[in-house]
């Protein structure tokens, strides 16, 4: 199994990311897939996750409506597209699987995932 994040690096604040993990070794299309994130010094947070349908996805509160996350079941690939970023936004993201029939409960811990890339590092800096 393999999860390769990749799309991160230095943006200022304002602009826009597109972070991409790409995905192998499972039936991607049975699976729930999240992004997570650790800031410099801080704990994980979990920012989205998509359900296998392409379609259902959910947001930490306080990123709806600057990130969107997406799948393409095809090319077993995850996105999470990054807008309007913030300096509060530097950090490792990682994305993250479990195996998912229907609608599953999200994991919020990265522990509670099956598996897990080496995460893209995104720093938001002027």
């Known amino acids: 199994v393999q999860l390769v994040e990749s799309g991160g690096g230095l943006v200022q604040p304002g602009k826009s990311l597109r972070l991409s993990c790409a995905a192998s070794?499972?039936?991607?299309?049975?699976?729930?897939m999240s992004w997570v994130r650790q800031a410099p010094g801080k704990g994980l947070e979990w920012v989205s996750a998509?359900?296998?349908?392409?379609?259902?996805?959910y947001y930490a509160d306080s990123l709806k409506g600057r990130f969107t996350i997406s799948r393409d079941n095809a090319k077993n690939t995850v996105y999470l597209q990054m807008n309007s970023l913030k300096s509060e936004d530097t950090a490792l993201y990682y994305c993250a699987t479990v195996y998912c029939s229907g609608f599953c409960r999200i994991p919020y811990q990265l522990h509670e995932y099956t598996y897990w890339g080496q995460g893209t590092q995104v720093t938001v800096s002027s």
């Open positions: 070794g499972f039936t991607f299309s049975s699976y729930l």
């Open positions: 998509i359900y296998s349908d392409e379609r259902t996805a």
